[in-house]
């Protein structure tokens, strides 16, 4: 069975600098997606970014970058430039490609905290 | 389009009543799958169903949960009987059907059940 690991319960960042959250993750599949999910307050859960584990180049979508190690299992996260609207609870997902179900594995998830 | 649309947002039950939490997929989406989050806890997988088919229920409780979605009309997770453990956030999310183009999930806004 697949897993998803979140080490971090919680991380802060000063405004306008950078956080990486750590992801791994445990397969033995080989294709599959990984999504890392934004949850504000109101409960939203925000595709944040999103990655297919066939393509080498790491997914990033503006501020937010990923660092996909598919050999090691791990899949992090990069804010760059942090604004206070970045936090939130932050969630790490897997999903097979393979299987019929397809349903998502999330992690414990990350609260993210900016300081002004 | 709409997105993912889940009601009530909030439900309040006595313990040993019945709660109905419904969901209307995106248009065009014939998969919908419902997770549980508990308090400080990420997104747990319960059941994913098409349209009149359950397809995968390896996340549901043995006993007072069920699942269905209809041919007409919402997905409806039905909690019979329930107790203070059932309180949480539900969460239903749905795709498309066609497996190449199935490769992220929308989510609703979720439904916290309080169980008093």
């Known amino acids: 069975a697949q897993t998803v690991t979140q080490s971090q319960p919680e991380m802060s960042v000063q405004e306008a600098e950078t956080v990486t959250l750590s992801c791994t993750y445990d397969t033995s599949e080989s294709d599959y997606y990984l999504f890392w999910y934004k949850q504000p307050p109101s409960r939203q859960m925000i595709l944040v970014i999103r990655q297919e584990a066939y393509k080498q180049q790491n997914a990033t979508e503006n501020r937010f970058s990923v660092n996909f190690q598919k050999a090691a299992k791990s899949f992090s996260l990069k804010i760059s430039d942090s604004q206070l609207g970045d936090a939130a609870m932050y969630f790490c997902?897997?999903?097979?490609?393979?299987?019929?179900?397809?349903?998502?594995?999330f992690g414990t998830g990350t609260r993210l905290k900016v300081l002004a | 389009n709409a997105g993912v649309m889940q009601n009530p947002r909030h439900l309040v039950r006595r313990r040993g009543q019945e709660a109905r939490l419904r969901c209307s997929p995106m248009k065009g989406h014939s998969h919908v799958y419902w997770y549980r989050q508990l308090p400080e806890e990420g997104l747990k997988f319960m059941v994913y169903l098409q349209k009149e088919n359950i397809i995968d229920e390896s996340g549901m409780p043995k006993e007072r949960f069920s699942a269905e979605f209809p041919k007409e009309g919402p997905s409806i997770l039905r909690i019979q009987q329930v107790v203070r453990g059932d309180s949480a956030a539900y969460f239903c999310?749905?795709?498309?059907?066609?497996?190449?183009?199935?490769?992220?999930?929308?989510f609703g806004q979720g439904t916290r059940l309080t169980v008093v």
């Open positions: 997902a897997y999903r097979s490609a393979t299987s019929g179900t397809y349903k998502y594995i």
């Open positions: 999310a749905s795709s498309l059907r066609d497996r190449a183009l199935n490769t992220e999930a929308f």
